[in-house]
């Protein structure tokens, strides 16, 4: 096994393959840099390259730029407080106030350390777990996929900070939102009165883009022209302040437990399908708080949740990897575009994957280790560019990254329906927000919605006793951990309630 | 005992979801699947209905007086740049397949940077302008004859 | 007001020497991008068949030939699309069987004849695929067992579409009775097979390093004669059953195309298909490549388009 890796690593040490993976790690991070690109976008934009390479030179690219925006989403996030991809959106909790605090370097650099070090454990993982993983994967019926989707829905329930009940409103609309359009069994349209526009359903990205997108913008915008200060705009033209690589790295060291477990989070919301990488960063963020010994300082710049999350995101990269080479099937939409590259080139992934082409499972593996030095030194050497992408003005990014969210929803499937789409969603979302209602939960329904349906329905084709979801061994053990993750939501809720006074949500 | 924000948003998704659970009852089944297209929305919005329904009720439950005060200390929210920026916006993706990717980008950046922060002077015009001129060209360079990733095409201008 | 009225006249001049800059003179077609709409996600494997065929095809056509995956609802979606799309010439519509199935069975409204043919370009034969984990080594044991428990007998399908027919053809053929359960798409059902999910689905020789592993069983193949790459796999003619089942994929433009258009592109596809790098990647896509011209393809369409309704109507999926 590690001379296999061994072989990966000295295969895709030639400039065939490196260079690729940098040019896609450099794009993933500029990519995953700028809000309203998320790395779906940008691994998107770098499809069609990848039809002209060979097979492996493509996955390295995609697996750079996954990496890489993993990572980059952290720079925007710790100066204008807005996401650059969903994935580093905890990073804004505290990466933001430590920035505003006068502190831009240490955050921005404390996340592309935690980064750095998540993504390398993660790596172990992904080496020598993935196999024992596929072994499993082949036993996993309809019962199962079944009962995994409840689980992963049942843990994001107990990420709503303000109302578990709004949280679980947020799941259902997410669900609902799938069911529009043609049923996925039958193709019988369902709640489209008629329509020709809705009779295609809501298309999975522009729904994410317009959400997310647009309820960041507008909510940015609101506060706009207001005494400076509070706005977003205060952090434009930061330089960073001194600071040390050694002892942001010992900060993060400081706290082995705290850095192991925000990987090991990521990593396992990296391998639950179709969660990814905001689920990962929120969830290692709130485990961070949980276990901290000083939760009262998040929100306001602490240290623990910039690790927290940036560890978590970049392992949940290669929990994600894990899952589409153990699996075959996609743990978020970035990898749903990566099997779709595989599969272009001849390569079925799926549970037989590794052991029937190691070249190219190793090359992966090798080419997300490396990614990872590679994403360091673009940060180290780019930094000055990079701050400087993200200190334009509200007004001039503003349109600009609405014009690429807009290509980014046409160009999915070429057509204005996504437009549409991505703007009654931008309104749908803004008002969500306005009302109090968490997004996440909602995007992990929208992202499950299909899934779970077609499973549950191909369960019951299948057999129609309902039992089996309780008697088949993997089924019964993943809803028995879905119920605890619920019961420990609400036990830890109706604390947290008797504890502290319920806060007014900020929107 | 009065109705707040969230009592309000329970009683329209609660509403939303009856009329859709009606409508899904009356889906029609086919004859191989042995549930019908409604059976999982018939879940998923009894579900939504039940949560709603305790939304309403914690609602209408919960102890007011506080809420008020700390209505009035929010800061001052710019509500009607988010109405205009949304109208730019519906205005570009409703032109957008009449005078084509390149025009609509155009005059949409062009229009949402002057309604963000309206220019003064000759030469933030000028910038202005510039950057509206960029992004399509760029744009467009980038995705369609680099990337070739196409993008939509005005019926109007055929351009 | 009048400053932001004079700003929009600035805008809107420079946008008319832009647009003026770059406007096209009426030059020869194609003097831009084709967009081909393959209705199904990228990585399917109409997807595998049409990207290979879309480098050769621009390498002829003279421009670049983009794919747009405009997938959902049973490539319904991507119908619709193509319908509504300009007859210009600049978006054409890579279809398969499914188009005539949709129709018959009510999910869709568009007809293969809201489109002008332009050309066949391969047919994949379809091969029922038995999972590993079954008993049976060969048709004879999987139809006697069957006999034996009607309605017990777990089929893959993406329902009211090829892999569906294809299944209920020979249920019908051979008097049996299966189960079916809803896999759309070609991996999902592998897999399903791998692990045991599902006993028997509709695949293609794309799985052949599969069964070589020993991880599925072809049972029977649903082309005229045996495949030189699988000669071990019988046909169902051989079998007694009179079924050949092959997806046919071709072009389509959409209805009011001039005619000079077509025939540009139908000598695009002619040469194309000819490439003998298209063949050799046909051949790792199990299909065979099949060309006809567009008058050809148009006989062909009706043809199969009235065999599609029958089956329909045999099988009582009709809904129109």
Request: glycine letters at 10%.
């Amino acid at each position: 096994m590690l001379d296999l890796l061994a072989n990966g690593l000295v295969n895709i040490a030639q400039w065939k393959y490196l260079l690729p993976l940098f040019a896609g790690t450099f794009i993933g991070v500029i990519g995953g840099s700028l809000p309203g690109v998320t790395i779906t976008m940008t691994v998107i934009v770098v499809l069609p390259f990848t039809y002209g390479l060979d097979p492996l030179a493509g996955l390295a690219a995609m697996t750079g730029v996954y990496v890489g925006g993993s990572t980059g989403g952290l720079i925007t996030s710790c100066l204008l407080g807005i996401p650059g991809s969903p994935a580093s959106i905890a990073t804004t909790f505290d990466g933001f106030p430590m920035a505003r605090n006068g502190e831009p370097g240490r955050a921005i650099w404390l996340g592309v350390w935690a980064s750095v070090w998540g993504g390398l454990i993660g790596a172990l993982f992904l080496v020598f777990l993935t196999g024992p993983l596929a072994a499993i994967a082949l036993e996993f019926g309809p019962w199962e996929y079944f009962s995994l989707f409840v689980l992963a829905m049942a843990m994001v329930a107990g990420l709503t900070e303000a109302s578990l009940l709004k949280g679980l409103i947020s799941t259902a609309i997410g669900l609902l939102i799938t069911v529009v359009g043609h049923d996925p069994i039958g193709s019988v349209p369902r709640f489209t009165f008629g329509s020709e526009f809705i009779g295609g359903g809501f298309p999975f990205l522009p729904v994410l883009i317009g959400i997310f997108a647009f309820a960041q913008i507008m909510t940015d915008l609101e506060k706009l022209n207001q005494p400076r200060g509070q706005a977003a705009e205060a952090l434009v033209g930061v330089r960073l302040e001194r600071f040390s690589h050694a002892k942001v790295n010992w900060e993060i060291f400081r706290q082995p437990f705290l850095l192991a477990w925000a990987t090991i989070v990521g990593l396992i919301i990296g391998i639950l399908p179709a969660i990814g990488g905001s689920a990962s960063s929120v969830m290692a963020y709130d485990q961070a708080k949980k276990f901290s010994k000083t939760p009262e300082r998040f929100g306001k710049g602490h240290p623990e949740g910039i690790i927290a999350s940036e560890a978590a995101n970049n392992a949940n990269v290669s929990g994600s990897l894990m899952t589409i080479m153990a699996f075959g099937i996609p743990g978020d939409a970035v990898t749903a575009v990566m099997l779709g590259a595989m599969t272009i080139h001849g390569i079925q992934s799926g549970p037989l994957f590794i052991s029937q082409n190691p070249d190219i499972a190793y090359g992966i593996y090798a080419a997300y280790i490396l990614a990872h030095p590679c994403m360091l030194l673009i940060c180290v050497v780019l930094m000055p560019l990079m701050l400087r992408v993200t200190s334009v003005r509200m007004a001039v990014l503003a349109p600009v990254v609405l014009v690429l969210c807009v290509v980014g929803a046409y160009a999915l499937n070429n057509t204005m329906q996504s437009v549409y789409v991505l703007l009654l969603f931008g309104v749908v979302g803004y008002v969500l927000v306005k009302l109090g209602f968490p997004l996440a939960p909602l995007i992990l329904g929208l992202i499950l919605g299909d899934q779970i349906e077609i499973n549950l329905v191909r369960a019951i084709m299948t057999d129609p006793s309902p039992w089996l979801f309780l008697t088949r061994p993997i089924s019964g053990g993943l809803l028995a951990a879905a119920a605890a993750s619920v019961a420990l939501a609400i036990w830890q809720h109706v604390r947290h309630q008797n504890r502290v006074a319920e806060e007014a949500p900020d929107f | 005992m009065s109705i707040g924000r969230d009592g309000i948003a329970g009683l329209i998704l609660l509403a939303v979801s009856l009329v859709l659970l009606v409508q899904s009852f009356q889906l029609p089944s086919l004859p191989i699947v042995p549930v019908g297209p409604g059976f999982y929305p018939s879940i998923v919005l009894s579900f939504m209905a039940a949560a709603s329904a305790l939304l309403v009720l914690q609602d209408l439950l919960k102890r007011r007086g506080l809420a008020a005060a700390s209505a009035s200390e929010a800061p001052r929210r710019n509500y009607r740049l988010v109405v205009i920026t949304f109208g730019i916006v519906g205005a570009y993706v409703a032109l957008l397949p009449l005078l084509g990717f390149r025009v609509a980008t155009v005059l949409f950046v062009g229009a949402l940077q002057t309604a963000l922060g309206r220019p003064r002077k000759v030469r933030q015009w000028l910038a202005l302008a510039a950057i509206a001129l960029g992004t399509a060209a760029a744009s467009y360079l980038i995705f369609e004859r680099y990337l070739l990733v196409l993008l939509p095409r005005g019926a109007w201008t055929g351009f | 007001m009048a400053r932001t009225f004079v700003t929009m006249a600035g805008a809107a001049a420079l946008t008319g020497v832009m647009a003026a800059f770059s406007a096209p003179a009426m030059a020869q077609y194609p003097d831009r991008p084709i967009k081909m709409i393959v209705p199904w996600a990228a990585g399917g494997d109409t997807d595998n068949i049409f990207r290979p065929f879309a480098v050769e095809f621009q390498k002829h056509i003279g421009q670049p030939v983009v794919i747009a995956n405009v997938g959902g609802a049973s490539g319904t979606v991507g119908a619709r699309e193509a319908k509504a799309a300009a007859p210009d010439g600049y978006t054409v519509y890579a279809v398969h069987d499914y188009i005539h199935l949709t129709f018959y069975a009510g999910i869709s409204d568009v007809k293969y004849s809201d489109f002008e043919p332009i050309c066949l370009v391969g047919a994949t034969p379809s091969v029922l695929t038995a999972s590993a984990k079954t008993p049976w080594k060969n048709w004879q044991e999987l139809s006697d067992d069957a006999k034996k428990r009607p309605g017990e007998i777990t089929v893959g399908a993406t329902l009211g579409s090829t892999s569906h027919i294809f299944p209920a053809m020979i249920e019908k053929a051979a008097g049996l009775k299966f189960k079916y359960v809803s896999y759309d798409g070609l991996a999902p059902r592998m897999n399903a097979l791998l692990g045991g999910h599902i006993n028997l689905t509709d695949s293609n020789l794309t799985q052949k390093g599969k069964v070589e592993a020993g991880l599925l069983r072809y049972i029977a193949i649903a082309s005229e004669k045996r495949d030189p790459e699988s000669p071990d796999v019988p046909t169902l003619r051989e079998l007694g059953m009179n079924i050949v089942y092959e997806v046919a994929r071709g072009i389509l433009v959409p209805k009011g195309t001039p005619a000079p258009v077509r025939a540009k592109l139908e000598e695009g596809c002619a040469k194309a298909t000819r490439e003998p790098s298209f063949a050799q990647a046909m051949k790792l896509q199990g299909t065979r490549v099949a060309f006809l011209n567009a008058n050809d393809y148009a006989q062909f369409l009706a043809r199969i388009d009235n065999e599609n309704k029958a089956i329909m109507t045999d099988l009582a999926l009709i809904k129109k």
